[in-house]
């Protein structure tokens, strides 16, 4: 919805006959880039309800985890080599969690697919017995659920609070995090995530090959 305003706005206010989700992105990464300094390695900055993005220097391997999918078969950050993976742990009881959790499921939609994944771990010890109601309650059904009854892994990344996001990047390191609620379906989020994905060239490339 944001992005779609921003369109709209691009477009009355130079005269096009339409702006594109993917152009008006695009601009938004050249707008950051500008307050950044223009400095092309310094990621967008991006704020959520009460930290913003802090990046990690220099970005440091991310520990061995594992994890279960919702059938229940394990996995590892393995499983996502060659993604930039947006790491997000919750529980069922935070309710900032609840309220971000759309946002990342738009994100997932928009973005996720060979080389990015949303991976949302919900450290609820009941694991599946309650996770999978609530999942069902609020509607969510395209988001990747991962569970972690223990809690090793959220320990392992040395997580102080729900919810916390980490953004792993191709090579298996964490390049940030941000600690607490954030609207993942923004703009300023998809900046984010393309300055590690590396450019918004794959999106265009497939926009170029459906026209011709």
């Known amino acids: 919805m944001i992005l779609g305003r921003f369109c709209h706005f691009l477009a009355s206010r130079y005269g ?3 702006v594109s989700a993917t152009a008006a992105a695009a601009v938004v990464v050249a707008l950051v880039v ?8 310094a990621p967008p900055a991006f704020k959520g309800a009460l930290q913003s993005f802090k990046p990690a220097s220099p970005p440091r391997p991310a520990p061995e985890i594992s994890l279960t999918d919702l059938a229940g078969r394990p996995l590892d950050l393995a499983a996502f080599k060659g993604k930039v993976v947006l790491l997000n742990y919750w529980a069922t009881w935070c309710a900032p969690c609840v309220e971000e959790m759309p946002s990342l499921e738009r994100l997932h939609a928009r973005l996720g697919g060979a080389d990015f994944a949303v991976v949302a771990v919900s450290v609820d010890r009941q694991g599946l017995e309650i996770v999978q109601p609530f999942l069902e309650r609020i509607g969510l059904k395209q988001l990747p659920i991962y569970l972690d009854r223990s ?3 959220m320990r392992a990344f040395g997580v102080r609070g729900l ?3 980490m953004l792993i990047d191709r090579a298996g390191n964490e390049v940030g995090r941000l600690e607490g609620m954030a609207d993942w379906q923004s703009p300023a989020a998809e900046a984010l995530i393309r300055h590690y994905l590396g450019s918004t060239a794959p999106m265009q490339k497939k926009a170029e090959l459906a026209r011709d």
Not at 34 to 41: E, H, K, L, R
């Open 16 to 18: 096009l006959v339409s």
């Open 34 to 41: 500008g307050v950044t300094g223009g400095d092309p390695s």
């Open 151 to 153: 809690g090793a892994s």
């Open 163 to 165: 919810p916390t996001t």
